[in-house]
């Protein structure tokens, strides 16, 4: 019976061992970058090496260390070559605008006050009963005011051609 036993257990080892599944078959994008390796690895180019340049019976040519002129002039041209790449130059010319824009908006604003500060001398110069105070302080004033108006006016149109020239 124990010989049964043992042939039995010897039947069941056999079966419970799996055998591995087959392997899934190649694309052909897989099989041609396998070849295209083994081509690669098996190049017959053969790397040149300083003894092979010895016995190479063409002249070496061989260039001399650069003169203090010449670093001179190549370090003055490397200077004026512009190395800002394209984002820079496009942020550089964006922030401009805005300044500029800024520039313009304070100026327009300083306009804006400057006619209303007019328009109150004005009007207090009219409101007035004492004919010296009109002639005295209050056309001193509206005649100061009116020189800053036209300051302002000048450096608003200034502004607004500098925005132009960058739009």
Same mark, same amino acid.
């Given at each position: 019976?124990?010989?049964?036993? @043992?042939?039995?257990?010897?039947? %069941?080892?056999?079966?419970?061992?799996?055998? @591995?599944?087959?392997?899934?078959?190649?694309? /052909?994008?897989?099989r041609a970058a396998h070849a295209a390796k083994a081509k690669k690895i098996a190049s017959k180019k053969k790397p040149i090496t300083n003894a092979d340049l010895k016995k190479a019976k063409s002249k070496l040519l061989t260039f001399e260390p650069a003169t203090a002129t010449d670093t001179t002039t190549s370090t003055s041209t490397a200077a %004026?070559? /512009?190395?800002?790449?394209?984002? @820079?130059? &496009? +942020? $550089?010319?964006?922030?401009?605008? =805005?300044? @500029?824009?800024?520039r313009v908006n304070a100026a327009a604003a300083k306009v804006?006050?400057? &006619? =209303? &500060?007019? /328009?109150?001398? &004005?009007?207090?110069?009219? #409101?007035? #009963? /004492?004919?010296? $105070?009109? +002639?005295?302080?209050?056309a001193k004033r509206f005649a100061q005011t009116k020189k800053q108006l036209e300051d302002a006016r000048k450096e608003l149109a200034d502004a607004r051609d500098a925005l132009a020239a960058l739009k």
């Open positions: 019976m124990s010989f049964v036993i @043992a042939l039995l257990l010897l039947l %069941a080892q056999e079966t419970t061992t799996t055998i @591995a599944p087959p392997k899934p078959p190649q694309s /052909d994008l897989v %004026a070559t /512009d190395t800002k790449g394209p984002y @820079a130059k &496009e +942020d $550089e010319r964006y922030r401009a605008r =805005k300044e @500029a824009e800024g804006g006050d400057l &006619e =209303k &500060e007019l /328009d109150r001398v &004005e009007q207090s110069y009219y #409101n007035t #009963n /004492d004919p010296t $105070e009109r +002639d005295t302080v209050i």
